[in-house]
């Protein structure tokens, strides 16, 4: 069966589009894990569009009916998550022989979750990693995608309470993978 999903480079005009489907994913998708305080805080900053990712070409749109339907990407860069303007922002580069490739921002449009469009992303994301010299993975997942990464071959880590300009955290899964792992 085709999918009816089409992936792309991301591009700098997709930038306001991006930064709308990554805000109505999280109000949409992460609501029963976390708090409508804990939200506001994250996004913009721990939940957000890394610009960078879009530069360095690693970060894929989705599109589906002619609309963005989700994104997501990888970084050879050390930042493990965050937004532009976000925390622990550290950009030199990876050495895929001894660093995991960090897979970062995928989110789907609430239209279009839970029809397998995470897994594709992450499959493409995985794939463009690995041509890149990569054989390890490693993200900051939220709460919401921990059952879909450990299905994928991801394991746990390290929990993370991540502070908010809000006063509030936000709980962060640190997982990994090696790209042998079985799915």
Known sequence: MRSPFTLRLATKADIPALQELIEASVRGLHGGEYTQAQMDGALGTVLGLDT???????????EAAGRLAGCGGWSK????????PGPDREPELLDPARDAAKVRAIFVHPEFARRGLGSLLLARVEAAAWAAG??????????????????????????????????????????????????
């Not at 809000?166 to 990994?176: D, I, Q, S, T, Y």
């Open 52 to 62: 960078q990712l879009i530069q360095d070409r690693t970060y894929f749109v989705a």
């Open 77 to 84: 860069r050390r930042t493990l998550f965050g937004a532009d």
């Open 134 to 183: 990569f054989r390890r993975f490693e993200m900051g997942s939220t709460l919401t995608g921990v059952p879909l990464y450990r299905l994928r071959g991801y394991t746990e880590v390290e929990h993370l309470a991540v502070p908010l300009v809000n006063g509030e955290a936000l709980p962060v899964v640190r997982m990994v993978k090696h790209a042998d792992a079985e799915e």
